[in-house]
């Protein structure tokens, strides 16, 4: 039985950024049916162990004729199955009508420096998911083929692997959900300078076919690095810039009281989700 009041977060946090709940919009009804989360173990060439994933697959999928499901794909995957309910939310948004059936890919990537590895515009993980995690889950579960219905989101390194991915290999990653996205770093996994590595490489580089749904706190005013780089407000800012003027499409807010941690992501995850599955370029 889902928890009443995680229901209605994921249904209020659809509103508007200075809007009101409505109370058509706020349904804390305990009765949705849940999906099914399953887990497994991946090979990850790269760094020669087992990686943990987990897939998500929504209420009827079993019954459903549909054969090209909409994919999201988010990092840090232990977080998104607790603190960022992410399964919940499909759910909840499915059964308010206010976004379609999704399959789920939730992806470990460890922590400290390993999880770095994975996340800090490391071009072997952009490969990795490009050419391994997306033909299998394309093989074993009924998805699209198609980078224009699928997402990928994350939260801080999460955020920026998000957008990294999905400006390298746009032939499988079409929309970008970042939350307080760690822009400020250098290519792969760098700490030092020259910092904003991926926002140089959009300046520099062709337009994609991506579009974008960035959003940060608008308390992420400290420097990184203990103030020796870019803040991820100013960081955020200038990839902003850099999209806009390239021409790709932007949805972009600084939250009010927004900090860097999960109390603040989960209030508006679903909201990026909605955008972004309900308005494809089909």
Partial sequence: MMNAALVTLVLASVVPLHGTPTERAVDSRPSIRAGTVEGFLLPSPHDHRMRRVWVYTPPGYEASRDTAHRLVIAFDGPEYLDDIPLPLMLDTLLAAGKAPPCVAVLIDDS??????????????????????????????????????????????AGGLAAAHVALKRPDRFGNVLSQSGAFWRGNEASNGPPFEWLTSQVTRGPRRD?????????????????????????????????????????????????VHAPESWRVRLARGIVALTTDARE
């Fill in 210 to 258: 991506v579009r974008f749904w960035l959003e940060v706190g608008a308390l992420e005013t400290k420097g990184a690095i203990g103030g020796t780089a870019p803040s991820i407000l100013d960081a955020n800012r200038r990839l902003r810039d850099a999209l806009v003027a390239k021409g790709y499409r932007v949805e972009y807010a600084e939250v009010p009281n927004g």
């Fill in 111 to 156: 922590t400290f420096a390993a999880r770095l590895d994975d996340l800090a515009n490391r071009a072997w993980f952009a490969d990795y998911l490009a050419n391994d995690v997306v033909p299998w889950i394309q093989a074993h579960w009924r998805v699209t083929h198609d980078p224009h219905r699928v997402l990928v989101t994350g939260s801080s």
